[in-house]
């Protein structure tokens, strides 16, 4: 059967001691036992990962592939998750760099319903970035943010989405929250003849959040956010494919920072932002832009767009996000960076505009085009 | 309403630095709006988050308490988790050194159903360290496994609980496998009357997870082991305050080392695996002990095992549960480092005892009697 494989960056003093480390995660990552007592037979021949490859990165710095049996994980994300980084997670100097499903898994895991072209064709956006603004704050209630939603919608918006921290509050509890937003995109959505998506954040206690989001797809939602660093990856896999849901799904990396920001643990920023969000099925995957409130470099940024949109990737290409730093003075920068495959979030600033919202939407659209 | 405080570990060039960054830290977990924009009354008064204090802990290094409403959060722990550390989990220098729920999430959040007086009532060990084999390795049929289950309850296991790898994999699916690992530890108990609890790890594809911990219980199983890392949080709340589940829950590290290995990121290893775990409603949390695979430091093993024991902390006192470096040699030592309410758990070392692992746990035992 073929395996599957997953590159580690290991901080070590040489080969000798990566391959050492790496023979290590290999056992940890499978049986959790030493080697002399794994079971001769299927286990050792199929179950423990093989080490691959290593070879030097740099000085100090090594790649490790290790391969795993698709057995390890049958069909399930978390496992699979568990398998690539569960208790690799909590040894210093590892860092998880890259994955290839190998054919057995990318039959199991086909990543995304929509991606970059069926967004497209929900938004009836065919060229050009998605501009996304973000509905907030949170304490407001349902009708104060269906009343910016229907602004943002009407100034041609492609996707409203809520602000990650509106979830199930009593100032604006989910259901009233979509119901009331979904009818005020609608209503701008008739007088545009446009196609605007709103995706609500589905949030709340984990045991209603299928239901909410069968709820949202009723009122007439064009998506959803997930956020899978609260509530699990296994949580966008199991929308992603749940045949009767078939709407696109927005992830969020609220709560995944501490994957990402040190250099020597967790994971790249390609691997969580672009691999992992492809793996469990995102359609568009939010990061925080460089130049906003947090520290990710341009290089960063790049890296992970380019992760979301490589067509060697898992299942379709789909969206990267930017999340922060928007505004038309910087649309010439940001389509250079980003080119068009992406969907630019225009965030806090936004409420600067008080009634005249849909004039930032406007004026970036144009921006946009002269770009 | 009483608001629930965090207490982030900044770190900054001095007091100013780091109340500004407060004050970021204050807006970016509520509205995530400028401040300019913060609309008067009720989101000014009641959502933003307060900066309550700034104080240097040590040169470059600060301690910013910062206060939250419970509307925030409503009854929901993910947004719980959201507003102590969601966005600012991807800005650097921040970590999460405390959290001071407040009167009115008190009553929300009650922590672990059985604690440490509840365990110790269940596995009938009214004193004295409790001892838990691991059974593995992934890859083995449940037939396998359930005769080491066995062996390990007959010699007087207090928790026999399934390696974190073991999920509903076709080798030992889930529910073949509690079915027979329960009956072989019932009929051990029956031999020894003791009271020994088998603790099946709740995994497999999210979705059948609750369905899965009906069906454990209706087996018998005296537990579940939960990985919140890869589930979310969320399925340990749920477990804990399911009228109709009721057994003990045991929480594993997996894929959470990231939130604690860099000094400067995440949370404190106290604030991880002894106070989210006490809010989230375990039992027993694991934690790699000092010593093995894993680089804990003792000092951060005896700060967890703090947090998770403090009497002024969420709900009831829980156990700690060491795993990895255990052996009949180390019992004195460990004796002394945890105490006696640690659950220890005994790993793959085990497996080199072969048809005699009764044996191993036996001279833990005794070592823990004499020690």
Do not use: W
């Not at 009836?124 to 009708?143: C, E, F, M, Y």
């Amino acid at each position: 059967m073929p395996r599957f494989v997953v590159t580690y960056r290991i901080f070590a003093s040489g080969i000798e001691e990566a391959s050492e480390r790496a023979a290590g995660i290999a056992l940890e990552q499978t049986v959790e036992i030493p080697r002399d007592v794994v079971p001769h037979g299927y286990v050792e021949d199929e179950i423990v990962g093989k080490v691959e490859s290593v070879a030097e990165e740099e000085q100090g710095r090594q790649l490790a592939r290790i391969s795993y049996s698709p057995d390890s994980v049958s069909d399930e994300l978390p496992q699979l998750l568990n398998v690539i980084f569960g208790n690799s997670s909590i040894q210093k100097g590892i860092k998880v760099v890259d994955l290839e499903l190998g054919s057995t898994l990318a039959e199991r895991f086909r990543g995304a319903r929509f991606g970059v072209a069926g967004v497209r064709r929900l938004t009836r956006r065919a060229t050009g970035g998605l501009i996304s603004p973000v509905i907030k704050p949170q304490g407001s209630d349902a009708a104060t943010l269906a009343d910016i939603a229907y602004r943002c919608a009407l100034a041609g918006a492609d996707i409203v989405k809520d602000d990650h921290g509106l979830t199930d509050q009593h100032m604006a509890p989910f259901k009233k929250r979509c119901e009331m937003v979904c009818a005020a995109v609608a209503r701008a959505n008739r007088e545009t003849g446009d196609s605007c998506l709103y995706m609500p954040n589905l949030a709340g206690r984990s045991a209603d959040l299928m239901e909410y989001a069968r709820f949202a797809k009723d009122c007439g939602a064009g998506g959803v956010l997930v956020m899978p660093g609260l509530f699990g990856f296994d949580l966008v896999r199991r929308l992603a494919v749940d045949a009767t849901f078939g709407l696109p799904i927005m992830t969020h990396p609220t709560f995944l920072g501490s994957y990402v920001l040190s250099d020597t643990l967790g994971f790249t920023h390609a691997a969580m932002f672009g691999t992992l969000q492809r793996l469990a099925g995102a359609d568009i995957s939010i990061f925080p832009n460089v130049g906003g409130r947090f520290g990710f470099s341009a290089a960063e940024c790049i890296s992970i767009a380019e992760a979301c949109r490589d067509l060697a990737g898992i299942g379709r290409p789909i969206l990267p996000s930017l999340g922060g730093g928007m505004s038309a003075e910087r649309a010439g920068e940001m389509k250079r960076m980003y080119g068009d495959d992406a969907v630019f979030l225009l965030g806090g600033s936004l409420l600067r505009y008080g009634d005249r919202i849909g004039e930032a939407i406007k004026e970036l659209r144009k921006a946009f085009h002269s770009a």
